[in-house]
Each structure stands twice: as C-alpha cells, then as structure tokens.
C-alpha cells in the first residue's frame, strides 16, 4: 500500500469548525503525529496509532510522519487552528527539502483550517474588515529584534495586527515591550482586543484601548488584536460592543 501524510488542523477548539475535509482524513488515518493536548481534540479511531510528542519538537516530529508515510501508512500530522499558520505544515515542508530525496514523491496534502485569528475575530465583530497582518511574539524561532522591526514597518503601515503567541512561562514581558513600541506611533485610543479561546464554549472578551492595555491579561490561549486607525466600537446597552473596520478607508459609508 502506498504511503500519504495530510497536515491538518483542528481549527480553534470547537468540533464544529473542524472541516469536514480535516474529518474525513483523521477518520481514514492509521497514524496521528502530533502535539498531546491537540490529539486530545481528536475522535479516537479503534486501531489508530498516536504519536504524541512535546510542542517544541516540531522538526523531529514532521521526520517521524514522513517516515512513517514512506513505510506505507495513512499519516496525519495534527495542528491546531490552520497547519499553515505558524504550525506544522512548514515545519513538514523542511523536512522534506532537507530529507530523503525519496520523501519528495510522497502523496503530501495540506487541509486549510480556521485559525485563531479569524476565530478571535468573529468573537467580536469585524475587525479584520481591512488590511491586516499577523505576527507571532514567539522568539523560539526567530530574534526578538526581527519581531519589532515588524512590529514597528505593520503600525507604520496602519494594519489591524494580529499577535499569536502573546504569552509564555518563559517569555514574561515580551507583549508589554510590544505595546510600548505600537504606542510610539499609534493613538491611545487604538482598540485591542484580548480573546481568549475563541471558537469555544470558553471564549472570553476584553476590549480596551492601546493606552489602558494590559499585557498581564495575554496568556497562551489568547490572540491580541491591535486596531488600524480606522477600527471602532459600536456601544450596545448592557453588551459587549461590536468592533469593526470598515472596508473603505474614507470611513463610515451611508
Ligand atoms: N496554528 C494555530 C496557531 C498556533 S500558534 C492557528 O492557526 O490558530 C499558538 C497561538 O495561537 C496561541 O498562543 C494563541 O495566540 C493562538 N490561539 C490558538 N488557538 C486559539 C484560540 N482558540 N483562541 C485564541 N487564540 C488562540
């Protein structure tokens, strides 16, 4: 039987954003690789090997998938959120360029998932109506130097900025440090939003301002939000208020 690996994810917490595409292919897989608390989130299969891994694994983990795809079995390497979006599938894709040449003739899928940021989004309305980015405070990977020079070009830019990755045991005050560098060009007034495991039965909202937030409020289950210019509140009696951007730059249509 010939080999395949599908990198999927699990979307933001909730069954019922997992893709149906990202369930079928958990549904046919012999083997799951993955990190522990994301297989947990997956419907066990009677005779489905599990291979639970720490999260800081990632390299090792996409080899030990690909090994496995190129003995012949149906691998699916488990993310949460979207595969693509700071997860596994890069992580597969390097090991493959630096791999086995035989591993690039595997049958390798990527299944698209929701990820937190759209999650976080939909929590609260539109903000993500115009041009955003995503940065990820995690310096794991890469210098906490490159992380602010991005930073600083995404608010020079007026994006809606989307921090994954805003909190860790071992990184105390990195997002305090992050709010202090959008504060030198952005208003107090910007709106940022802190949602914590959006997409759940859990989700929860804190809407503030850039001038009022509090760093101590991120921790790693939480997507911050930092609105453009142009990001604003719609106040509702005894509700939480919407948030939004508006498409056209020019503001408010009527
Ligand atoms: N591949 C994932 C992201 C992995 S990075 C995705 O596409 O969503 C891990 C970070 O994602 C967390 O630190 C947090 O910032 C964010 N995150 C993941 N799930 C979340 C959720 N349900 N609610 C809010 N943030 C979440």
Known sequence: MTGSL???GTGPGKA???TPATTAALAKATDLVGYGPYLDRVPVVPDQCRHASDNRVELERAKHALLLAA???QVVVVSGGDPGVFAMASAVFEAVESGDPAWRGLDIRVEPGVTAMLAAAAEVGAPLGGDFCAISLSDNLKAWATIERRLKAATEAD???ALYNPASKARLDQLGTAF?????VKS???PVLFVRAAGTAEATVITTTLGAADPARADMRTLVLVGASTTRLIAREGLPPWVYTPRSERGVRS
Do not use: S
């Open 159 to 161: 994006f809606v900025i």
């Open 71 to 73: 003995q012949g079995r």
């Open 188 to 190: 107090a007034d910007t």
């Open 180 to 184: 202090d560098l959008l504060r030198t």
């Open 6 to 8: 599908v990198v999927v």
């Open 16 to 18: 019922d954003l997992m």
